[in-house]
């Protein structure tokens, strides 16, 4: 079965910087994109960043665009998030998810990995 470990999480200032893994096993399959979604309390989940394991595309939400740079080692199977001057609002649960297409849509994503909470104070 696919699984997804998120890690990385913690409590940081504002301008901190925090790196989130996730480490990804239980599948041969490799065309795949893994993502990275957050969920604010009450507040729609959404898309932060996206990488393609064949091509390396990716993809950026506005609001995290030159603040944060996805990566991946498919060897490993394990993407990263560098998360730099991070802002109160970036405060959120984040999740990393799997799908065996070239996207990064939240509803199209067929693998979820539990959550790591990044807190950022102001």
């Known amino acids: 079965d696919v699984q997804l470990q998120a890690s990385g999480g913690g409590l940081v200032q504002a301008g901190g910087s925090l790196r989130l893994s996730c480490a990804a096993s239980?599948?041969?399959?490799?065309?795949?994109?893994i993502g990275w979604f957050r969920q604010a309390p009450g507040k729609e989940r959404e898309g932060v960043s996206c990488?393609?394991?064949?091509?390396?595309?990716?993809y950026y939400a506005d609001s995290v665009k030159g603040r944060v740079t996805i990566a991946n080692d498919n060897a490993k199977k394990t993407v990263y998030l560098q998360m730099n001057n991070l802002k109160p609002e970036d405060t959120a649960v984040y999740y990393c998810?799997?799908?065996?297409?070239?996207?990064?849509?939240?509803?199209?994503?067929?693998?979820w990995g539990k959550g790591t909470q990044v807190t950022v104070s102001s």
């Open positions: 239980g599948f041969t399959f490799e065309d795949y994109t």
């Open positions: 998810a799997l799908v065996r297409r070239p996207l990064c849509v939240s509803d199209y994503m067929n693998y």
């Open positions: 990488i393609n394991s064949s091509d390396g595309d990716t």
